[in-house]
């Protein structure tokens, strides 16, 4: 039985001429023209990175390794006495692309736990912050203030082989992903529940020992191994994929990379997202009559319709990309029908999913009608009891660095160069344009 990193040398090893080729014989063929609202416009759908991770169908959602989200909660091997995959599983998926068996996943967990030690100095640093720290802050200078351990850095100023970079990186990618969730737990527990910490239990997968050192019962096990899975990874233009790609291509560690990667994700326009979408149907769920009033569809109806035409949007509703219900809505939509069907907050998001597509149709300005991730996720975390809005970006934190860690091992495996683009002025621009 060949170990994760055995079986992941052999793809690498095996890719690498495909790259190679590419570059050499097809280096100048063209993929595609930049206009000038691209350019300014934040660099929206250029095609100008490569990512074999994972890629978002405009159809079918995000692909993890070529597979639909529904076809990767059914096909990885689930947690005995759970209904979701191992989180581990999930990982090695991204890694191989290809569906590990039982024995490959045990593997895997057995990793895992030899390596999921934090530092004591690192909680020693969390304590050391302002208890009103922003969780993210913490998370990104707990995860930074690890780089001292980086082999990647010690085998690199020994002097390494360019092609060997990727095996350095493995481990320290090894290491941190099966560090952060206690690091995650830890800043929950010593934030917002008077540092009563529970310590990690060695005999569970990474996500039920999350769930056990958060303090929540089950089934918030599945809930976390669900959410680190459906978070993991958004191709790599995203805030925090490619700011996790950028940093790492410097060589720099996955240390740095992912504390910046962090730092990204912390923004209001990228990790925020499903916080706020909560507060709104809170806030719809107030102006209606609270949770003993769950409205009827033509109550919904015309009240969607006030919101859109006093110029205000949906949130939660709307993707650049997909043009049908967003799979990660959907998986979380069938966990709620199964774990709180009767729940208010869900209530009232289930009748949005019912009205609020065909309205935004009628209404005309919304390309995609259909609801994304971030409509559903913050009312599971709410009902499970976690009900401190700064914290879910911590919990996206958490399932994106496994996507972006699978990505940079792969940059090292097929020594990808530092990204560099160039810049123009806005002279060229309108000289370009012709503008006089």
């Not at 990505?407 to 020594?415: A, P, S, T, V, Y």
Request: proline share 6%; hydrophobic share 40%.
């Amino acid at each position: 039985m060949a170990t994760l990193k055995e079986k992941l040398e052999e793809k690498i090893v095996g890719w690498r001429p495909r790259t190679t080729r590419l570059l050499k014989e097809y280096g100048n063929v063209k993929v595609g023209e930049v206009t000038m609202e691209q350019l300014i416009g934040g660099m929206r759908s250029i095609k100008s990175l490569v990512t074999d991770i994972s890629y978002l169908d405009p159809m079918e959602g995000i692909r993890f390794r070529g597979y639909t989200i529904p076809e990767t909660l059914e096909k990885l091997p689930k947690v005995p006495g759970g209904k979701m995959p191992y989180v581990e599983g999930f990982f090695y998926l991204l890694l191989t692309g290809e569906i590990p068996t039982e024995e490959d996943v045990k593997l895997v967990v057995e990793e895992f736990k030899k390596r999921k030690e934090v530092p004591q100095y690192v909680f020693d640093v969390l304590k050391a912050m302002p208890k009103d720290s922003h969780p993210m802050a913490m998370f990104s200078a707990a995860v930074v203030s690890m780089q001292r351990e980086s082999i990647f850095v010690k085998e690199y100023n020994a002097g390494l082989n360019k092609m060997d970079y990727w095996k350095p990186t493995f481990e320290d990618a090894m290491n941190l992903m099966a560090r952060i969730p206690e690091i995650a737990a830890f800043i929950y527990r010593w934030k917002y529940k008077g540092g009563n910490i529970i310590p990690s239990d060695p005999t569970l997968d990474l996500g039920g020992d999350f769930a056990h050192m958060m303090g929540i019962a089950s089934p918030y096990d599945d809930v976390a191994r669900l959410y680190f899975i459906l978070h993991s990874d958004h191709e790599s233009g995203n805030v925090s994929a490619h700011t996790g790609h950028l940093v790492a291509s410097a060589l720099s560690d996955v240390y740095y990379a992912i504390s910046a990667m962090l730092d990204g994700l912390a923004g209001p326009l990228h990790g925020l997202a499903n916080q706020e979408v909560l507060a709104w149907i809170q806030g719809v769920m107030e102006k209606m009559g609270g949770e003993n009033k769950i409205p009827t569809e033509e109550e919904m109806s015309k009240f969607v319709w006030d919101t859109l035409n006093s110029g205000q949007v949906i949130p939660g509703y709307g993707h650049a990309v997909l043009r049908k219900t967003d799979p990660r809505y959907t998986a979380q939509r069938e966990f709620c029908l199964e774990n709180l069907p009767d729940y208010p907050l869900f209530k009232y998001v289930d009748i949005l999913y019912r009205v609020t597509p065909d309205i935004l149709l009628k209404h005309g300005k919304a390309k995609n009608p259909w609801p994304n991730v971030d409509a559903q996720s913050g009312v599971i975390q709410w009902y499970y009891g976690l009900k401190e809005y700064d914290y879910y970006t911590v919990l996206f934190g958490v399932g994106r660095s496994l996507g972006i860690l699978a990505n940079i091992i792969w940059d090292r495996g097929l020594g990808y160069p530092l990204e560099r683009p160039k810049s123009l002025t806005t002279d060229m621009l309108e000289a370009i344009a012709g503008i006089k």
